[in-house]
């Protein structure tokens, strides 16, 4: 029997999953146990999400009121936030930042950028409209926890303009902005989503953000906010039930995990922590059904082939490796660690120039200032080799006349 390892939903995101169907009630909110939680840390106010800051307001004062008298409220808008002369922003998808906390930093992932747009129109009385966006499920790997990402842009009415970075398309009464290339996003079917799903989504990054750096407790406050503020966003029941095993409150667990099995039969994060929780609790029949669906629905888990290529590498099959590492990023070339331990197998076999075409492909996927940093060491070691290489192979190669 496969057993998955834990999975928490991020919604960088709108992350869905199995074939889902709007319920007609919410779900309950009798899912919380909060004696078993130290108190949070730090505030948790969903009201933070897109509130400005005095920064923020003197930036819409200033900087982007000159651009709005030359181009108008839309277009100065969009024109000030990102174009390079103005925040200078970059994609960031480390942690998921409030509004104030993305103009601060000066980035953000799809889900901070997403409000801090929200914030900026709203101060300047823009309609706005968010839509989630069917894109194809990208999965990564924390400690062991697997993350869902889904994806979210943000509409205005439309209008002209040019932007850096982000891509600007839309309906006629429309304009939409997002953070990805607009190849990637542009053809696929999207649906408006309200207020409180994306401030719910938001307090869900959160939640599995606080996860992945072992601030359970933390995260459970998350959690139990976002299903509190939009209970329809079922990823925050998925989040919950993995911190409640983590707790070793299986039955809460298990609960928590069939109210969203019981709107999405086919949720493949819920029925993975649900095989999980039975077979924690010595339930292996029942997890072994659930097991056996889950084969159906997802017969190669993901990080299967990349697993497998790591122990091939620690066993020295370079050839072996890089095979399996190949699968692996053509169905997810957007994880820089599958192109980069493609590399190292290309590295291996003695192909220097696999290793760093690969690199580079790892260092164009990444999306974190540490990976970039990262991988940018990697790529610029592999060019100082190749530059001694090729002036060693200039002294030994024979002269004219000679």
């Known amino acids: 029997m496969r057993i998955p390892a834990l999975i928490a939903s991020l919604a960088l995101a709108a992350g ?105 129109a709203r101060h300047l009385n823009l309609p706005v409209r968010f839509n989630s966006v069917y894109l194809e499920e990208s999965w990564t790997r924390a400690h062991n926890i697997f993350f869902v990402a889904g994806h979210v842009n943000i509409s205005l009415e439309r209008s002209r303009l040019s932007t ?94 069939r109210v969203v099995l019981e709107r999405e039969p086919l949720n493949i994060q819920a029925m993975s922590n649900l095989i999980l929780v039975l077979s924690d ?23 299967k082939f990349f697993d497998d290529g790591v122990a091939a590498m620690k066993a020295g099959e370079f050839a072996t490796a890089r095979q399996l590492f190949r699968k692996e990023v053509a169905r997810a070339a957007y994880v820089p660690e599958f192109h980069f331990w493609l590399g190292l197998a290309d590295w291996g076999l003695g192909d220097v120039n696999g290793a760093r075409g690969e690199i580079a492909k790892a260092l164009e996927n990444s999306a974190t200032v540490k990976d970039r940093e990262l991988y940018g060491a990697k790529l610029a070691w592999l060019n100082e080799l190749r530059d001694q290489q090729r002036r060693r192979e200039l002294l030994l190669a024979p002269r004219p006349g000679s």
Not at 55 to 72: D, L, N, P, T, W
Not at 286 to 293: P, W
């Open 164 to 257: 850096t970075w982000s891509s600007v398309f839309g309906e006629p009464e429309l304009l939409t902005i997002d953070f990805l290339p607009p190849e990637q996003v542009r053809n696929h079917r999207s649906r408006v989503i309200d207020e409180s799903t994306i401030i719910a989504m938001f307090l869900n990054n959160r939640a599995a953000e606080a996860l992945t750096v072992g601030q359970v407790d933390d995260a459970y406050w998350w959690a139990r906010a976002a299903i509190l503020t939009d209970s329809r966003w079922l990823a925050a029941y998925n989040t919950l039930a993995v911190l409640y095993r983590r707790k070793g409150l299986y039955d809460r667990a298990e609960s928590t995990l």
């Open 281 to 303: 609790t010595g339930r292996q029949a029942e997890a072994q059904n659930y097991a056996n669906q889950l084969a159906q629905i997802q017969p190669v888990p993901p990080y």
């Open 16 to 120: 869905l999953a199995g074939c889902a169907v709007e319920p007609q009630a919410r779900p309950g909110t009798d899912v919380f146990v909060d004696s078993a939680f130290k108190p949070p840390s730090v505030p948790i106010d969903p009201a933070s999400a897109m509130a400005l800051t005095p920064a923020m307001k003197q930036f819409a004062e200033h900087e982007m009121a000159s651009e709005i008298r030359v181009k108008g409220v839309r277009n100065g808008l969009i024109d000030a936030l990102y174009t390079k002369g103005r925040l200078q922003l970059d994609y960031d998808s480390e942690v998921t930042r409030t509004a104030a906390e993305a103009f601060d930093a000066r980035r953000g992932n799809c889900m901070s950028l997403v409000l801090m747009t929200a914030a900026f």
